[in-house]
């Protein structure tokens, strides 16, 4: 999937507080990992976010390899 970076902040910038813990939780992965995904910097995260990030306008295209914390992501909006 791609989507552009913007796009992406703007999806977590929605998320209810916590949602990155609850989205480690469901999935089984890392926090950090979460926080990776939508762009932080967590370099102490022990697994791969699966993002690969090209600069340009509206923040860059970023493609997902795997749209599973997103798709968690939408479902918690969803639920709102």
């Known amino acids: 999937m791609?989507?552009?970076?913007?796009?992406?902040?703007r999806i977590k910038d929605r998320l209810p507080s916590g949602?990155?813990?609850?989205?480690?939780?469901?999935l089984g992965i890392d926090v950090s990992t979460v926080r990776n995904y939508f762009g932080g910097k967590h370099y102490d995260a022990t697994e791969s976010v699966g993002i690969h990030?090209?600069?340009?306008?509206?923040?860059g295209v970023v493609t997902l390899d795997n749209t599973a914390i997103l798709d968690?992501?939408?479902?918690?909006?969803?639920?709102?």
């Open 19 to 26: 949602s990155s813990q609850r989205i480690a939780d469901e």
């Open 53 to 59: 990030v090209e600069k340009g306008p509206d923040g």
């Open 72 to 80: 968690a992501a939408m479902r918690i909006l969803n639920e709102a």
């Open 2 to 9: 791609v989507i552009t970076f913007n796009e992406l902040r």
